[in-house]
């Protein structure tokens, strides 16, 4: 049997809850008409971490939590049916294997439908890779930190990357972004299993990339300026527009000045560069 957590809120907030309910366990995550269902196997979860996230959030969203049990399902399956391809400033497709695409575009990226985060449907993910591809990555390496599908590490290779590296906290992720890297025919992406500080990172970096939430990047932000090379540059995004000044705030502490902004129906994208 799995525990199922139907969420019902508004769409803007639906990838940040997401990755709230995440951390109080549950692992595998489909989009609906009104929220989103989460799912873990038996109950390992933890219900107070619940309550805990209704409660932050009841103030700025209408939340319904709603619990029950079912059957082991095919997820994929379910989640085919609603998956659209996306198209990034007429220049990026997002598609999954089995859509039929006439026109071409300068980059296509191939994304297995599962439930990692990242397919381009979410105004955050689509903000970084519309800043991506103003960015130069020719012969750069590159991080990836909290990867999902490894939509963006995939986007950097596509860009010219010579190396990426990418880790996320998700088992699923590691795997669903490894079967994504492969069918993008990319060979010199890496995927590790955990977080920054616990996963296996030598070096500097010249690019940085972080779509995950306000809290993370803050808490995280020094460990990001750490591994960036002088001039090197760290996209983020995962916020709302409201919060730009926190973050350039907590990122001046470490020589990151802000370059470029861009938003999307509120949610944001900031482009520092380590001085």
Same mark, same amino acid.
């Given at each position: 049997?799995?525990?199922?957590?139907?969420?019902?809120? *508004?769409?803007?907030?639906?990838?940040?809850?997401?990755? !709230?309910?995440?951390?109080?366990?549950?692992? *595998?995550?489909?989009?609906?008409?009104?929220?989103?269902?989460?799912?873990?196997?038996?109950?390992?979860?933890?219900?107070?971490?619940?309550?805990?996230?209704?409660?932050?959030?009841?103030?700025?969203?209408? @939340? %319904?939590?709603? #619990?029950?049990?079912?059957?082991?399902?095919?997820?994929? !399956?379910?989640?085919?049916?609603?998956? !659209?391809? &996306?198209?990034?400033?007429?220049?990026?497709?997002? +598609?999954?294997?089995?859509? $039929?695409?006439?026109? *071409? =575009?300068? #980059?296509?990226? &191939?994304?297995?439908? $599962?439930m990692s985060f990242g397919t381009g449907h979410h105004q955050t993910t689509h903000l970084m890779l519309s800043a991506q591809m103003k960015m130069d990555h020719r012969g750069k390496r590159v991080m990836d930190a909290g990867c999902g599908t490894a939509i963006l590490s995939i986007m950097a290779n596509k860009l010219g990357a010579t190396e990426v590296e990418a880790f996320d906290i998700d088992e699923w992720s590691v795997e669903n972004g490894n079967e994504n890297t492969a069918n993008n025919n990319c060979s010199n992406i890496r995927i590790q299993l955990g977080k920054i500080n616990e996963v296996n990172l030598t070096g500097t970096f010249d690019i940085i990339l972080a779509n995950i939430n306000k809290n993370i990047l803050l808490a995280?932000?020094?460990? =990001?300026?750490?591994? /960036? $090379?002088?001039?090197?540059?760290?996209?983020?995004?995962?916020? =709302?527009?409201?919060?730009?000044?926190? @973050?350039?705030?907590?990122?001046?502490?470490?020589? /990151? $000045?802000? %370059? +470029?902004?861009?938003? +999307?129906?509120t949610w944001a994208c900031l482009l520092l560069q380590k001085q």
């Open positions: 049997m799995y525990s199922r957590l139907q969420v019902t809120c *508004t769409p803007e907030f639906s990838e940040i809850l997401m990755a !709230e309910v995440g951390e109080a366990g549950f692992d *595998t995550f489909m989009e609906t008409e009104t929220g989103f269902e989460a799912y873990v196997e038996g109950d390992a979860f933890d219900k107070q971490v619940l309550e805990e996230i209704k409660e932050k959030y009841a103030s700025v969203t209408p @939340l %319904v939590f709603q #619990y029950d049990e079912i059957e082991k399902q095919n997820w994929n !399956e379910a989640w085919e049916k609603n998956v !659209e391809p &996306i198209i990034v400033d007429d220049k990026c497709l997002v +598609r999954a294997a089995f859509h $039929k695409i006439e026109k *071409t =575009y300068p #980059y296509e990226i &191939i994304i297995t439908p $599962k995280e932000m020094h460990q =990001y300026a750490a591994f /960036l $090379k002088s001039g090197g540059e760290l996209l983020l995004s995962g916020f =709302y527009e409201q919060d730009i000044p926190d @973050l350039k705030l907590e990122a001046a502490k470490y020589a /990151l $000045k802000a %370059v +470029r902004q861009q938003t +999307r129906e």
